[in-house]
C-alpha cells in the first residue's frame, strides 16, 4: 500500500486533473446503469404491455415514476425509449471520452515529470554510480520503466477507479433488487477471486525478471553499437549474434511465460460467470412465473450480474498493470532515493584561483570498501605555474590522482589542500569551474564542432571559438569540413581522425582556459605529423597554467618542472629527468620501454 502512495506521488501535481476525470467516470458510470436501465419499460409494457413489477418498497419518486410508466400508452413511452437512448448515450460517451483524455494528460505529464527528474539525478550523482551501472539498464530507467508507469497510471487507475464505481453501482442495483439471489451469486465470487489474486502475483515477479531481461538486452545493444570496431576487428560477430539471440530468446520465453497466465485468467473468470448466472437464472425464473417480479426487473438484475462480469475482469488485470508499475515505480525510486556520494559541505566555500600550491597529504584511497588500496600514502605538491608529470605502469593509479582532484570520488584518508583549503570544503562548482580536464580518449558530443568546442565556454562568441580552434590548429581542418563549422560529429565522431579528435578536445580546454590543467597524454598511435599538430596544440594549451600531465612523450617529461614516477599506488620517485635517471629503476626501465622512439 505504501508502494501504491509511492507510485501515486509522480501525480500529485495533477490532483485537479484527476479529480475532474473522476467526477467524468462517475457520470458516465450512472449513464450506462441508466441505458441498461431502458430494459424494464421495454420488456414490461412496450413489448408486453403488462405492468412493472418491483418485488420490495421504492422511495417515492421511483414509485411514481413507475406508476407513470405503467399508465403510458406502449407506442408513445416507446418513442420516448428510442429517444432517450440517443440522449444517454451521447452523454455516455462524452463524458467517456473526457475522462479518458484527461487520464492521458495526467499519464503523460506523469512520464515527463519522472524522466526530467531521472535525467536530473543521473546529473547529480557522482562517477561511482555511473561505474556501478551498465549504462543500457540506465537507459531502460527513463525509457522503459517510465512508459511502464504511465500505462499503470493512465490505464491502471483509470480502470481501478471506473470499473470499481461500475461494480459498486451493479453491486447496489442487484442487492436493491433482490437481495435473496444477489447473495447467491456472490458467494461464487471468491471462487473466482482467489486464483486471480495467485495469478496476478506470480505476474508481478515474472515482470521484474523480464525487465531485467530488457535491461540486459539495451546493455548488450549499446555494448556493441559503440564497440562495432572491436566486433568487427576481432571477428568476433558471429559470437556476438549468439549472445544476442539467447538473450532475445530468454526474453521470449518470460514474456509468452506472463502472457500466457494473463490470457487463461479471462477465460476461466468468464465460465464460472456464465455459471453463475445459470444458477441465477433457475432461481429468479421462478419468482417471475409466480408474479412476485415482473419480466423487464427480472432482465435487469440479469444483465446488471452479466455487466459485473467486465469491470470484475478489468479490475483483475488492474492488478496485473499496477503490479507492472510498481515494479518499474520501485526501480525508478531506487535511483531517485540514491544520494551523490561526493556533495557540497553546507559551509563550502568558492575559490577563484589557486596562488600557491595545491598539496596532496597523506593520500590512501580505494574505489570499494571491500577492496585494496589503489592509492597508498601520496604525497605531493604541486606549485602554482608549475608542470608536474606523473609516470608509471599501466593500473598504476595515475588517472585515479586526476579523479580525485576533480573530486569524483572522495579521498579514503588523508587530505588534498588547495592553497591549505581542503578540497572538501571548497564548492564544486568553483572546484571544476578553474579545472580543465582532457582525457586520454577524446569524449565529443553528437552535435556539430561549433557546439562541441563552445560546449568549454556555453557563452563564446564566434571569435573566442574560432580563435581557440586556431590555437588547437584545428581551425584548418574544420574549414575543409563538409558543412564547416555546422558539421555534426557522428556518434563519438566516426567522421573525424583520433588527431583531429583530440584537437577539439584541446580547442575546447583551450576555450574554458581553466587555470588548473588536467591532461591525460594519448598514447593511441598518431602518425608523426598529426603526433606534431597535437603536440603543438598541447603547448598553446598549457601556456601559463598550472598542469598536472600523465606523460607518455619525452618531450613532455623533459619540459617538466618535477616528475613523479608511481608505481603500484605509490609514489616511488620525484626529481628531474637526469635525477630520476639516475636513481629510479623503475624511471629508468620506462624510460627505456615507454619514451625510446
Ligand atoms: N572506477 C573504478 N572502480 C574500481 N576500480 C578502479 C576504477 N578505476 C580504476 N580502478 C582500478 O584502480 C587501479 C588504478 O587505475 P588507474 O586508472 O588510476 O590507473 P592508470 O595509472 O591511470 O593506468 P593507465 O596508464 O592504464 O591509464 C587499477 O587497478 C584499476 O583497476
Ligand atoms: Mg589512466
Redesign the pocket.
Known amino acids: 500500500m505504501k508502494e501504491y502512495f509511492k507510485l501515486l506521488k509522480f501525480v500529485k501535481k495533477e490532483i485537479g486533473l484527476l479529480i475532474l476525470a473522476f467526477i467524468c467516470m462517475g457520470i458516465s458510470t450512472i449513464f450506462n446503469g441508466a441505458s441498461l436501465g431502458m430494459i424494464i419499460p421495454v420488456a414490461d409494457k412496450v413489448l408486453t404491455n403488462k405492468k412493472i413489477i418491483v418485488p420490495h418498497k421504492l422511495p417515492d419518486f421511483l414509485n411514481s415514476l413507475i406508476d407513470k410508466i405503467n399508465s403510458l400508452e406502449p407506442l408513445f413511452l416507446l418513442k420516448v425509449i428510442a429517444f432517450s437512448i440517443v440522449v444517454l448515450f451521447i452523454l455516455k460517451g462524452l463524458f467517456v471520452f473526457l475522462q479518458g483524455f484527461l487520464m492521458e494528460i495526467v499519464g503523460l505529464r506523469a512520464v515527463v515529470y519522472v524522466r526530467t527528474l531521472l535525467y536530473k539525478k543521473f546529473q547529480e550523482l557522482s ?2 554510480f555511473y ?1 556501478q551501472k551498465r549504462a543500457g539498464e540506465l537507459i531502460s530507467r527513463i525509457t522503459n520503466d517510465a512508459g511502464l508507469l504511465k500505462y499503470g497510471l493512465t490505464y491502471g487507475l483509470t480502470d481501478l477507479i471506473y470499473q470499481s464505481m461500475q461494480l459498486a453501482m451493479f453491486v447496489f442495483i442487484v442487492f436493491y433488487i433482490h437481495p435473496k439471489l444477489a447473495l447467491i451469486s456472490f458467494i461464487i465470487f471468491p471462487i473466482i477471486i482467489f486464483p486471480v489474486m495467485k495469478v496476478g502475483r506470480k505476474l508481478k515477479k515474472l515482470s521484474s525478471r523480464s525487465q531485467e531481461k530488457m535491461a540486459d538486452l539495451n546493455a548488450i545493444l549499446s555494448e556493441t553499437i559503440s564497440g562495432a570496431k572491436i566486433v568487427k576487428a576481432f571477428h568476433r560477430q558471429d559470437y556476438e549474434i549468439e549472445k544476442f539471440k539467447k538473450i532475445v530468446r530468454d526474453y521470449y520465453k518470460f514474456l509468452l511465460k506472463s502472457a500466457k497466465r494473463q490470457l487463461l485468467l479471462s477465460p476461466f473468470t468468464e465460465f464460472i460467470g456464465a455459471l453463475a448466472a445459470i444458477a441465477i437464472f433457475l432461481l429468479g425464473g421462478k419468482d417471475v412465473i409466480e408474479g412476485k417480479l415482473s419480466f423487464g426487473v427480472f432482465g435487469f438484475f440479469l444483465g446488471s450480474l452479466m455487466s459485473m462480469i467486465r469491470p470484475f475482469k478489468k479490475l483483475t488485470q488492474v492488478h496485473a498493470i499496477n503490479q507492472q508499475a510498481l515494479a518499474a515505480s520501485q526501480r525508478i525510486y531506487e535511483i531517485l532515493e540514491k544520494k551523490p556520494s561526493v556533495e557540497d559541505r553546507p559551509q563550502a566555500i568558492p575559490i577563484t584561483a589557486l596562488r600557491d600550491k595545491i598539496e596532496f597529504k597523506e593520500v590512501w584511497f580505494k ?2 570498501p571491500e ?1 585494496d588500496f ?1 592509492l597508498k600514502d601520496i604525497n605531493l605538491v604541486i606549485k602554482a605555474g608549475e608542470t608536474v608529470a606523473l609516470v ?10 586526476f ?1 580525485l582532484l576533480l573530486r569524483f570520488y572522495e579521498v579514503t584518508q588523508g587530505r588534498i589542500l588547495f592553497d591549505g583549503v581542503d578540497i572538501r570544503d571548497i564548492k564544486l562548482s568553483s572546484l571544476r569551474e578553474m579545472t580543465g580536464l582532457v582525457t ?1 580518449e577524446p569524449v565529443l558530443f553528437n552535435d556539430t564542432v561549433r557546439a562541441n568546442i563552445a560546449y568549454g565556454k556555453l557563452s563564446a562568441s564566434r571569435e573566442e571559438i574560432e580563435s581557440a580552434a586556431k590555437r588547437a590548429l584545428a581551425y584548418d581542418f574544420i574549414k575543409e569540413l563538409p558543412s564547416g563549422w555546422d558539421t555534426v560529429i557522428g556518434d563519438k565522431g566516426f567522421r573525424l581522425s583520433g588527431g583531429q579528435k583530440q584537437r577539439l578536445c584541446i580547442a575546447r580546454a583551450i576555450l574554458k582556459n581553466p587555470q588548473l590543467l588536467l591532461l ?1 597524454e594519448a ?1 593511441a598511435q598518431l602518425d608523426s605529423e598529426s603526433e606534431n599538430l597535437v603536440q603543438k596544440a598541447l603547448d598553446n594549451l598549457m601556456q601559463g597554467k598550472t598542469v598536472l600531465v ?1 606523460a607518455h612523450r619525452l618531450s613532455t617529461v623533459k619540459k617538466a618542472s618535477k616528475i613523479v614516477v ?1 608505481d603500484k ?1 605509490a609514489i616511488v620517485g620525484e626529481g628531474k629527468h637526469s635525477d630520476l635517471l639516475n636513481n629510479c629503476d623503475l624511471y629508468r626501465k620506462l624510460y627505456e620501454f615507454q619514451f625510446s622512439f
Open positions: 562517477l561511482d561505474s574505489y570499494h577492496e589503489v608509471g605502469p599501466t593500473g598504476s593509479g595515475k588517472t585515479t590522482i579523479n586520454q591525460d598514447t600523465i608511481i599506488g
